[in-house]
């Protein structure tokens, strides 16, 4: 089922607001990366692409820092956000599908993330984008990875939200049926403090 889809994570943020690296905040004892790790693995999903710099990462990722099937992928081009991201991530795979989340919303379900996939599969679109109460999560969706063609034009423009690539893009919207908890997303010091109330 996922053999044509690997999984991003998104996690070379800069945390400006945060004060420290998102993805290495704790929630029970396991960091948000590893959180997102074990999610991801459960799904069955083979290989999975960290993006961000290795040197940030790697103590973060629990007993994942040497599975085989997990790859940080530094940005090929530095400072341009979640959108660099993506580019760099899907140069790296030959996989057709990508499962994107960021790092800093550790309540997504696996449930959530395997219905989402489904419907990508089925709907042919470039896009799959989780939409609660009308608004799209893009950083919660599933991408084609020849949409890298068009990450680069708009890498190489002024225009670097995920919106604009929305708007270029044949784009699906997956309503969302879940918790709304499952979307709370951390931020700043006081979101976290609320999520770490939550669990």
Known sequence: M?????????AGGKSSRMGENKAGLTIEGRTMLELQLLKLEGLG????????EPENLRDL????KYAENVRIIPDIIKDRG???GLYSCFDATE??????ISVDS?????????????DHKKNGADATVLT?????????AVYNTCTSTVIRKLLDGDDLS?????NRIKTHRHDFRGDASELANCNTREDYEKIIAMT
Not at 95 to 100: F, G, I, K
Not at 106 to 113: E, N, R, Y
């Open 162 to 166: 995920v919106k604009a690539l929305l």
């Open 95 to 100: 996989c057709r599908y990508a499962l994107t």
């Open 2 to 10: 996922t053999g044509d889809a690997c999984a991003v994570i998104l």
């Open 45 to 52: 999903i083979k290989e999975i692409l960290v993006s961000g």
């Open 132 to 140: 609660a109460a009308s608004a799209a999560q893009p950083l919660i």
């Open 61 to 64: 990722m629990g007993e994942y």
């Open 82 to 84: 979640p959108l660099g």
């Open 106 to 118: 550790p309540f997504i379900t696996a449930q959530t993330l395997n219905e989402l996939l489904d």
